[in-house]
């Protein structure tokens, strides 16, 4: 057994350009080079991407689900940011 | 897949007692079909149960490299080889992602290899029989890889979003992995006599031990019902069971083979395929370790896990230097 | 020798080095250090068999006796097979395999860099898909010579033990014979006295980094390139063949 295991990075791929870079997966790897690497290796056998992001997973900040009420409910009365809160008569057009 | 950092929140949480109110509240959230992901409250069992059953699944495909690796040196012609290797590397890889859908669950893979060491995981029994013969490399693809993707396609929707996901990857690579090895089969069946008797020969000894993978009878099993309740299964180990078979015949039938069963026959009343008794002894001894091939295989994977452990080190004490010096 | 026999002796060689490589590679597979590592190591030996497969079907064309890859591969007896002796060398452990991958690709880069300039269209045409290949294999070798000599001292002791047992194996590759010749001037085919200076440069780069001491030039075996090969390469072919001989005839 290794005395501490590589450390987890998470992986992020682009899968086109114009596309964001999107949650794939993760890895372990000793350096952050390496991490680019496995991530290539493990992640893009099939050509899934075009570009890659490696992350340190311990780096990472997160919310914190225990306060989802608290943190996202405050953003779903406010419907009045949505173009369908509004009426338009018909008739008027390219609005 | 989130991370052992964020779990410590996890750790914490898991202290605090389930009440029948929580519990309550997450099987509703289950009913209602929605996803647990890592960080959300579960209850212990569950946890448990997840990292059980999705570490089982890795040990699976760790181990699953050694009975088709045998044959790579030995591959009848490149394009077989090719082929067998980019199967072997999914295996690998399919192992790597089933690993960190299990450490988003608060275990390391450091963890997770030492129970697969010391023979406290398990993996799947089918992986301790021998591949003998290049068409065994046939029927491990078509019935082995035939009767895990019955099995993994109910996965895809299980309700722990970090393994859904895994095997969402898992299933759309493993597409090509059964249709190989049906190929090689039919190769083999239109091949000489001598290929199609090899044929035979893999599919006598292959048989009994996929249907064993579905694991022990409803009546048995002793996780089925909670796992169903949680929606980590979704069909029970004889549903899947019988799927395999009723498909699996007919391709026998096509290939001209026949199924070591005297008592296979065609229900016409069910639609189904009656089949006799599996040997659940048989099952139990390779299950408890006494397989033809379990020494074996857990003694080339802990030597590999030996062999590497300089490696595996130098690459750290290496990347510590590096960054001290970038620190200074 | 005529130019289009030098040409397939050429590719044959070509092929057989990507071959017995990755023949190699094989046997380690299920056994690397690491999960991640073994993905890798996947990845390279399935280019070296695409590089092999495709020499041998390009080369199997050229002679016109209607060889294919497989008859190539599996049906020529072990002094048929002209790859250096480097590659056949048994795995050992993590280092010593992986000083024969970067041994080799340093030269392999540099050759295949050179092929794609030259004025036979098949050859450079794989020489280009081969050397995008072989440019990220060798950054991945070089960057575990750094790991291994830069690591523990028990790595870098033992990848310094497995540079100098490998290095008697470095000579042959840059050492011409008529058929290298022949495809320098018919083809401009590589110059194996710059890929020397290439490699050399590129191998002192990286061994230094590793902390590592490039080994002295003495004593050089030779004799793969032209069908001499070490005593354990028989049971490397023996295994490899042993269906096709088996079952001649055999489709799979």
């Known amino acids: 057994m290794s005395k501490q295991e590589w450390p987890l990075y998470e992986v992020f791929i682009r899968t086109k350009s114009g596309l964001s870079h999107r949650h794939a997966g993760s890895v372990h790897a000793a350096d952050d080079q390496m991490a680019l690497d496995n991530a290539r290796d493990t992640y893009t056998r099939r050509r899934e991407g075009v570009s890659l992001w490696v992350v340190r997973s311990d780096s990472i900040v997160a919310s914190d689900p225990a306060e989802t009420a608290a943190f996202f409910e405050p953003a779903e009365d406010k419907i009045y940011r949505h173009p369908t809160f509004y009426e338009i008569p018909d008739g008027v057009e390219n609005l | ?328 | ?252």
């Open chain 3, 1 to 252: 020798m005529t130019s289009d026999e030098a040409l397939v002796a050429y590719t044959l060689r070509l092929a057989d080095n990507a071959l017995v490589l990755s023949q190699r590679m094989l046997e380690t597979v299920a056994a690397e250090p690491e999960l991640e590592e073994e993905l890798a190591h996947a990845n390279f030996a399935l280019d070296f068999i695409g590089q092999a497969r495709m020499l041998y079907t390009q080369a199997g064309e050229l002679e016109g006796q209607g060889r294919s890859e497989d008859d190539l591969a599996f049906m020529r007896d072990e002094n048929e097979f002209r790859n250096l002796l480097l590659l056949e060398q048994p795995n050992g452990h993590f280092g010593d395999a992986l000083v024969r991958q970067f041994l080799f690709e340093a030269f392999y880069l540099h050759l295949l860099e050179a092929l794609t300039r030259c004025t036979d269209e098949g050859l450079s045409a794989i020489a280009v898909r081969a050397l995008k290949e072989v440019q990220y294999h060798f950054r991945h070798s070089s960057q575990w010579m750094i790991r291994l000599g830069d690591g523990t001292e028990l790595s870098h002791a033992r990848v310094q033990a497995s540079l100098n047992n490998a290095w008697r194996y470095t000579g042959e590759m840059f050492v011409a014979d008529e058929i290298d010749l022949a495809i320098q001037e018919n083809h401009g085919g590589p110059d194996l006295a710059s890929i020397q200076k290439l490699w050399r440069r590129d191998v002192e780069k990286t061994v230094a980094e590793a902390t590592l001491t490039l080994p002295d030039d003495e004593w050089m075996a030779s004799g793969g390139k032209q069908g001499q090969h070490s005593e354990h390469f028989g049971f490397l072919i023996a295994e490899m063949q042993y269906l096709q001989r088996s079952f001649p005839g055999a489709t799979w």
């Open chain 2, 1 to 328: 897949m989130y991370t052992q950092g964020l779990d410590q929140a996890g750790k914490e949480q898991r202290e605090v007692a389930e009440t029948a109110d929580m519990l309550a509240a997450f099987q509703a959230r289950i009913d209602a079909e929605e996803k647990i992901e890592a960080k959300d409250w579960m209850p212990e069992a569950y946890r448990r149960t997840l990292i059980r059953q999705i570490s089982q699944h890795a040990h699976s495909e760790i181990i699953g490299m050694q009975p088709e690796g045998n044959w790579l040196t030995r591959a009848p012609s490149l394009k077989r080889k090719a082929i067998l290797l980019a199967k072997v590397q999914d295996e690998a890889g399919h192992g790597l992602y089933l690993y960190s859908a299990a450490e988003t669950l608060g275990v390391s893979r450091d963890q997770l290899v030492g129970d697969l060491l010391s023979g406290k995981a398990k993996y799947s029994s089918i992986f301790n029989y021998p591949t003998l013969s290049w068409a065994d490399i046939g029927a491990v693809g078509w019935l082995v890889d035939g009767a895990a993707i019955m099995n993994q396609i109910p996965l895809c929707r299980c309700s722990y979003g970090p393994y859904a996901r895994a095997m969402v990857r898992v299933c759309k690579e493993e597409s090509f992995h059964q249709r190989q090895g049906f190929e090689i089969m039919l190769t083999l069946c239109r091949g000489t006599d001598e290929q199609k008797a090899m044929a035979q020969d893999a599919l006598s000894r292959w048989w009994w031990p996929s249907l064993m993978m579905f694991g022990p009878n409803d009546s048995e099993s002793k996780h089925s019902a909670q796992s169903m309740a949680w929606k980590i299964k979704r069909f029970t180990n004889d549903e899947l069971r019988q799927k395999f078979v009723d498909v699996t015949v007919q391709q026998a039938e096509y290939l001209g083979i026949s199924v070591p069963d005297k008592d296979l026959r065609f229900d016409e009343s069910s639609g189904h395929h009656t089949f006799g008794e599996i040997d659940w002894q048989e099952f139990m001894d390779v299950i408890a370790g006494n397989g033809p091939c379990n020494k074996q295989r857990l003694e080339k994977r802990q030597a590999a896990h030996d062999d590497g452990a300089w490696v595996r080190e130098a690459a750290q004490a290496y990347a510590s230097k590096q960054a001290a010096l970038a620190a200074a």
